[in-house]
């Protein structure tokens, strides 16, 4: 796809073995530490046709000889599966999800349509996107319900619904570093300028894709209540400290104003907090 941002292309340590890199739109995250080991799990997998840059970024940071020891989903949007196919033929492992991501990754359901209504160019894109499933079933583990995550033995999940049904976000509690996936963004993923831009400023799940707003809101109160030190998104470069508390803060008490599509409230299908 030809939309991308600035910063497409760029990585950053957010801490030693917490690896953040661009692909276009979209971050993918490398856990493992580069100096201990030339393993690594790898978290989402980007945009479409983005596997020859994903390898080599990986390459860059742990070796020519490296290779993940698995990959794990927040949730099986395009932009975050989108190399996922291609990357199984050549890093044969497991790949693991949420349960309730799972018709979406075995290809028995398609997402549901966009909200090209919600304000932002992108949202009025939205309707081009892919929003077919995927078919990884030979690869496919599903998480069980006691928040643990193969081969991250310091992270848990948490299911952080809403903006798709198996939605999760990953947690560290000895440094508090939470991977959001899209259950918040950092940047107004519905407006082209900021995409382009990458304008830092903190939001709800990108609104043309989300499924259900009153499990989104719950989300992001359950993410402000871990007191995170780092976020890293899906969309938008990571924040950190007392920006990010005041700013989870802010989108909690605001969020019904600010994050939810008019065209979504004014429908009456949502219980508004």
Partial sequence: MPLTSITSGMGLEVVPDVYCFSVQIVNIIFVGNPRESNEFILIDAGMPGSEEIIIAE???????????????????????????????????????????EQPY????????????????????????????????????????????????????????????????????????????????????????????????EMHGPPAYFTLDWEAAEQSVRKIEALHPEIAITGHGLPMTGNELQSNLRILTDNFVLTEIPENIKQSGDITLM
């Fill in 58 to 100: 990986a390459k860059k940071r742990f070796g020519e000889n490296c290779r993940p020891l698995a990959i794990v989903l927040t949730h099986g949007h395009f932009d975050h599966v989108g190399a996922l196919n291609e990357l199984l033929k050549i890093w044969d492992v497991p790949v693991y999800a949420h349960p309730l």
């Fill in 105 to 200: 990754l075995t290809g028995k359901s398609d997402y549901p349509p966009p909200n090209p209504k919600a304000d932002g160019l992108v949202a009025k894109m939205s309707p081009l996107f892919p929003r077919h499933s995927i078919d990884i079933s030979s690869h496919l583990r599903l998480f069980n319900g006691d928040g643990s995550i193969p081969y991250l033995p310091n992270w848990r999940f948490i299911h952080t619904p809403g903006h798709t049904p198996g939605h999760v976000s990953l947690f560290r509690e000895s440094d508090k570093v939470l991977i959001a996936g899209d259950a918040i963004t950092t940047v107004e993923q519905e407006s082209l300028y900021d995409v382009i831009t990458q304008k830092q």
